[in-house]
């Protein structure tokens, strides 16, 4: 994923020079355009089948033999388009003859990959334009383009500030809805983070804005299979702060290499390693060989348990109710001490694999909306709806519940969600803890060496503050 503010500087053949205002440059046009086509049926197929960017358009680059700067052109432009939706539809309702909702939903992807070159791109007003159009006489024919040529135009009349100072409610009068439009995130979402935040709007803004920057890739470095530094001599890239296992790279194929083929490695931000790296590490008294991961797919944090288990004579079991996701798991820790079982985690003291008080250490990586890593999954922040929380918190609810009643006495239970939802985070934890009677330790102190983490006992992670996603971590010992 790239910065939705700045494309490549030479893009798919089309800018040779940096962009707009800057003098004139030549420009070469394969037609049609192989990156813009690839990036509009990204669109649509999200849009069409609810299918995730991140799978359709990687496949789609390789069936299609579209490599270098055309493939970083055409992802930039798909997740870029995705990522900032709501502000490109506020200019687009501006700019069209038409209400949104009356256009054909093919012709409404083509007019926002057209926007969002002109608005958050450097590609020039001309090229934009005319490429755009000339993609849509190929995808949608004549009568479409003319009215896409009609709209882009009229877009590209004004810079994205000043479309922002004429859509945008104004920041005194109506701050979140402000926030909403020009760091492109549905409002409620904007005023999540704000309760998240105490209220703070101005980190709020900073915690908006770093869901637009492109994200490092982040590699783990299995203990036991892998030093940190064999993974960045084959790889490359940086270690990370915090976790001693953590990799970063500014791009490139994690699947290209070799020691992440073999499962020695993965791909795992930096901030879900910290998670696990806190409930393997919390000090418990007693027994300490059987750990439980509850809601273990797709598998990272198991195959980083289950790493971490080998080096110290434990083994894991790791719980997926979906068949498919279990198999991923079973991918993810092959030749790791972790037993994969497909079962519901709710039903500890039903399932045989589940019984009360049978593991010295739990993981809950509850489901949830995903709002944390928002910068990871462009299409996220405009799929999910407030009404989808009821649903859910009952959900994590009724997991940590299942977890303090699988964990046996004095032992330990790590609750996360890649959320900063309060309802999602603080109120379920300490719901949970409430009716059991759980203590709940200091998560802060299982983190050793990284700042801002607030008055405790939870912990909330940031990517404006921690360059990690938004992850929640909650620390309950069950009584004796």
């Not at 190929?138 to 877009?155: E, K, S, Y």
């Not at 791909?267 to 439980?292: F, M, N, R």
């Not at 607030?454 to 912990?459: D, F, H, R």
Request: charged share 25%.
């Amino acid at each position: 994923m790239t910065n939705g503010k700045e494309a490549p500087r030479r893009q798919s053949g089309r800018a040779a020079g940096s962009g707009r205002g800057t003098g004139k440059r030549e420009y070469r046009r394969a037609e049609p355009d192989a990156a813009r086509r690839a990036a509009f049926d990204t669109l649509n197929a999200v849009a069409a089948r609810d299918a995730y960017a991140n799978l359709v358009l990687p496949g789609m680059l390789r069936e299609r033999g579209i490599t270098g700067r055309d493939a970083a052109f055409a992802t930039e432009l798909a997740y870029g388009t995705l990522r900032t939706r709501g502000t490109l539809d506020a200019v687009l309702a501006e700019c069209s003859s038409r209400p949104l909702a009356e256009i054909d939903p093919r012709v409404i992807e083509m007019l926002r990959l057209g926007a969002y070159q002109l608005l958050r791109t450097r590609v020039p007003a001309h090229a934009a334009v005319s490429a755009t159009v000339d993609v849509a006489r190929v995808a949608l024919t004549d009568g479409p383009a003319r009215f896409v040529n009609a709209v882009l135009r009229r877009v590209s009349e004004k810079d994205e500030e000043t479309w922002i100072a004429q859509v945008a409610p104004s920041r005194e009068s109506n701050p979140s809805g402000h926030l909403a439009i020009r760091y492109a995130h549905p409002e409620w979402i904007v005023r999540a983070f704000a309760d998240a935040l105490g209220g703070d709007l101005a980190e709020t803004e900073a915690a908006l804005a770093a869901d637009d920057a492109r994200p490092a890739v982040h590699l783990v470095a299995r203990p036991g299979l892998v030093t940190r530094e064999e993974l960045m001599a084959q790889a490359g890239g940086s270690p990370g702060p915090y976790s001693p296992y953590a990799v970063h790279l500014d791009g490139g194929d994690p699947a290209a290499f070799p020691l992440i083929a073999a499962g020695k490695a993965g791909v795992q931000d930096e901030g879900s390693q910290l998670c696990a790296i806190a409930l393997a590490t919390a000090p418990i008294d007693g027994p300490d060989a059987a750990w439980l991961d509850l809601c273990a797919g797709p598998g990272g944090k198991a195959a980083l348990l289950g790493a971490l288990a080998a080096g110290r004579g434990a083994r894991v079991t790791a719980v997926e109710i979906a068949e498919h996701r279990a198999k991923l798991v079973s991918q993810s820790t092959g030749g790791l001490p972790v037993t994969v079982v497909t079962a519901d985690g709710r039903d500890v003291g039903e399932h045989p694999a589940l019984a009360e008080g049978s593991f010295d250490r739990v993981l809950v990586d509850a489901p949830c909306t995903g709002l944390g890593a928002l910068r990871r999954r462009p299409e996220a922040r405009w799929r999910r709806l407030p009404t989808d929380m009821p649903a859910l918190t009952k959900l994590q609810r009724e997991l940590l519940t299942a977890a303090l009643r699988a964990v046996r006495p004095g032992g330990i239970v790590a609750y996360v969600t890649c959320s900063p939802h309060l309802a999602e985070t603080k109120v379920t934890a300490a719901d949970a803890a409430r009716r059991t009677g759980a203590e709940v330790l200091d998560a802060r102190e299982l983190l050793p060496g990284v700042p801002d983490l607030g008055a405790g006992p939870t912990v909330q992670l940031w990517p404006h503050r921690h360059g990690t996603d938004a992850m929640f971590l909650s620390v309950l010992r069950r009584p004796s």
